[in-house]
């Protein structure tokens, strides 16, 4: 069985993906982890992703490791530079930002015009079906592409 962890900024990150998850592989075991102090530091403190977030985000990756994580999912993207160096520390896993596999996935269209909607936070995943319907177009969101993404990287 493989096993993602799920590291969380924000608490209303959580229901989506392990909704996407559930919908479209459920048989991933999933780890969610949260600290939800993360974006509350880095607003209040003012020192950007400094060393000490940096800190941050390597611990939260080595639980996530020594739990027998074999991919990680961050679901916050305000912290791209923390990613960075989780990915590089761990570069023989899929660490995927949370808007990574959306914009890899939109940018493969092609044609004048709109072809898709990207909806690029996790919060405004559940709008997928109702911007569907209103548009006709293919709507992506981080989510679903974060997912399938990481099936692919694993499977």
């Known amino acids: 069985m493989t096993r993602i962890a799920l590291i969380h900024a ?4 959580v229901a989506p993906i392990n909704e996407a998850f559930a919908r479209d592989w459920p048989e991933a075991t999933r780890m969610n982890l949260l600290d939800d102090s993360l974006s509350a530091d880095l607003a209040q403190r003012g020192t950007g992703l400094d060393a000490a977030m940096h800190a941050r ?6 639980y996530a490791v020594g739990t027998g994580a074999e991919g990680i999912l961050f679901t916050c993207s305000a912290f791209g530079t923390c990613i960075d160096a989780v990915a590089a520390r761990y570069p ?4 995927l930002k949370p808007n990574e596999a959306m914009v890899a996935e939109a ?3 092609s044609g004048p015009g709109c072809t898709r909607i990207a909806l690029a936070q ?3 995943a559940r709008a997928r079906a109702a911007c569907a319907e209103a ?3 293919r709507v992506l969101t981080t989510v679903d592409s974060a997912v399938a993404a990481l099936r692919r990287r694993l499977d």
Do not use: E, I
Not at 10 to 13: E, G, M, T, V
Not at 92 to 95: E, L, T
């Open 107 to 109: 940018q493969g269209g």
């Open 122 to 124: 996790f919060s405004m």
């Open 57 to 62: 985000f390597m611990a939260l990756a080595d």
């Open 92 to 95: 023989q896993m899929p660490v």
């Open 10 to 13: 924000l608490n209303h990150s």
């Open 135 to 137: 548009t006709g177009l």
